[in-house]
């Protein structure tokens, strides 16, 4: 939550800034701020205002073009409405020092205090602000802002990333980090700090990671890092593997949109050099984990913890060991049961989501081994985990979450295939048959997308419901906690995922005469494929208006019919999720709504 970014270097920061902010606006969209150093020892240029990153650039008088250091926010609210006043760079009172800020600070309120009693007024109602007139009174006694940060951090409690810039060093930007993301863009003969390399991924893909509670000092030339006591520390430096394109809408109207499109080929990624023949599966990074685990605990939050809750299904029947999924805010509160058998399973995109982080380490500190699922090279949670697999979903921007859902749900399925090779709990022939459902994967999306037009011209006539019903069952059911998931959080409307079985015992009440009903079929063969099509027979007899997602071994007489290829019963939601994520697009695009930027939210959830 909330996207930072600061430069240093030759060419205008303004544009520079902007550019990352542009990029970085996933993250946050209540306001947003530059403050730029046009001149040395004066007092800093801030603009800032309510609203996208748009509205900023539409009040912009100037290009500042003779500011080469700049620190730019784009805001997700926490303390403090989303007003001018409140949107980040916050000064000092000297206007000479600035600073952003990413997380919360939790002893906000003693800090105020205790600067508010040595005579500084405050004008925002954000917990950053003390951050800048601590810093200010810490720069006045060291003349150096790095040391004046150390000394801050280590007063501070909670979560933050920081940024500061001061106007008698313009060409410097100081960072620091616990807990939320930065990393270090290096470039020639100029230099950044963001949230993400998407900021500065079109200017270059060299990268520098960032550990927990470490300093850092850019200018164009140079990069420093410390601890919090100023000794020095060497970062790793990675590549960043893929180019600004991959971070563009490339000719669709929405972020959505492309990565729902790019699905094919993020499973195709995802899947490739994992098999080197057709029984036998591949995953180098788990070489050094004891995989004689006697049950497997998934942690993750949202649409990851869906993917955990599809993947059990297949992990419990091929590996043949207990699998408990579990919402990674609700455990890290727990006194679980764990031993160093049990795998600990984190799922997140971002690798930075903060509940996620929590349980992590809460996991850890119960003597669990950990492995993490995750999209984002470099980041918090891989680092900290045990063994780590990439996704190759490529970058998702849109808050919606698509084709990491896919991807990650496929590594689940890796991990299971590589455990059962290794225990033999599958037999060769059945590890074959799998792998080869898992390469049809992708040109069967492709087939999905292909023939979704129709799916789309439905759709806009359910746009003045008020409430959308998800059905399915076994490993269809997670699908439909998914699509319910997905049509929330961008169409703004009721929408609630329900087990078919669970029907009877309390939701079939809420079905009344045009209640529209998402039905997710199993294959006809499968054991409970009769009871799905009971229970639409069932919410039919109610009036309920049923959309039915379902294979060609179904014959079915349901007029809103959505066919997807037939496929491997515990495989099927990586076919039948994508109609519903189609259908939640559609919807919200139907209704007005921003579909890259819903209300309210924001693309990685790092405050808790
Ligand atoms: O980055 P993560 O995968 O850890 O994010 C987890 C959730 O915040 C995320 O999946 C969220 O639920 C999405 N907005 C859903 O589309």
Request: glycine share 8%; charged share 25%.
């Amino acid at each position: 939550m909330c996207g930072i970014v600061g430069y240093t270097g030759p060419n205008p920061a303004l544009s520079r800034v902007i550019e990352g902010l542009r990029r970085l606006e996933y993250r946050g969209y209540d306001s947003a701020g530059v403050a730029l150093a046009t001149k040395v020892g004066e007092k800093l240029v801030v603009e800032k205002k309510a609203g996208k990153l748009a509205n900023l650039e539409g009040t912009l008088t100037s290009d500042y073009s003779n500011a080469h250091g700049g620190i730019g926010h784009t805001r997700w609210a926490t303390h403090g409405g989303p007003t001018d006043v409140n949107a980040h760079p916050h000064l000092d009172e000297s206007g000479k020092l600035a600073v952003i800020h990413n997380g919360i600070i939790e002893n906000y309120i003693e800090l105020k205090e205790e600067l508010e009693r040595r005579g500084h007024k405050f004008k925002s109602e954000t917990d950053t602000e003390s951050v800048a007139h601590l810093l200010s009174e810490e720069f006045k006694i060291s003349g150096d802002l790095a040391t004046a940060m150390r000394s801050v951090c280590s007063r501070l409690r909670g979560s933050f990333t920081l940024l500061a810039i001061h106007s008698d060093r313009p060409d410097l930007i100081v960072g620091a980090r616990r807990n939320s993301p930065l990393v270090v863009g290096v470039g020639t003969g100029e230099n950044f700090l963001a949230s993400d390399v998407s900021a500065f991924i079109s200017h270059t893909k060299r990268a520098l990671e960032l550990g927990q509670d470490q300093v850092v000092q850019v200018t164009p030339e140079k990069v420093v890092v410390t601890d919090l006591s100023g000794a020095a520390i060497t970062p790793k430096e990675y590549e960043i593997t893929w180019d600004a394109k991959a971070a563009e809408r490339g000719g669709f109207k929405h972020f959505m949109l492309k990565e729902i499109f790019e699905q094919p080929k993020a499973v195709a990624d995802t899947l490739l050099g994992r098999f080197p023949s057709s029984d036998s599966i591949e995953l180098k990074e788990l070489e050094n984990l004891a995989l004689d685990c006697n049950r497997i605990l998934i942690l993750a939050c949202g649409t990851a913890y869906h993917a955990g809750l599809i993947g059990k299904y297949a992990i419990e029947e091929w590996v043949q060991i207990p699998v408990d999924v579990e919402l990674a805010s609700e455990f890290r509160y727990r006194k679980p049961v764990l031993t160093s058998k049990t795998l600990v399973i984190t799922i997140s995109q971002s690798g930075e989501t903060m509940d996620t982080l929590m349980a992590l380490r809460h996991a850890e500190s119960l003597g669990a081994q950990t492995l993490s699922i995750c999209n984002t090279i470099g980041s918090t949670i891989p680092r900290e985990s045990d063994a780590v697999l990439y996704t190759h979903a490529g970058p998702e921007i849109a808050v919606a979450s698509t084709k990491a859902l896919l991807t990650q749900v496929v590594v689940l399925h890796l991990v299971a295939l590589y455990i059962a090779n290794r225990s033999g709990s599958l037999s060769k022939s059945r590890i074959k048959e799998l792998i080869s459902e898992l390469l049809e994967l992708p040109n069967k999306i492709e087939e999905i997308l292909e023939t979704v037009e129709p799916l789309r011209e439905m759709t806009r006539g359910y746009k003045d419901s008020n409430s959308v019903l998800f059905l399915g069952r076994h490993v269809g059911f997670p699908a439909a906690l998914e699509g319910a998931l997905k049509l929330k959080e961008l169409a703004y409307m009721h929408a609630e995922g329900f087990a078919g079985g669970e029907l009877k015992h309390g939701p079939i009440a809420l079905i009344d005469k045009g209640t529209p009903v998402i039905a997710i079929l199993p294959p006809a063969s499968s054991e409970i494929a009769e009871k799905m099509r009971s229970n639409i027979q069932e919410v039919r007899a109610r009036g309920a208006n049923v959309i039915a997602i379902a294979d060609p071994s179904h014959n079915l007489d349901i007029p809103n019919l959505i066919r997807i290829p037939e496929c491997e019963e515990l495989l099927q939601p990586l076919l039948s999720i994508v109609p519903l994520q189609v259908f939640a697009y559609e919807m919200a695009v139907a209704r007005g709504n921003d579909v890259d930027q819903p209300r309210n939210l924001a693309k990685s959830v790092t405050v808790e």
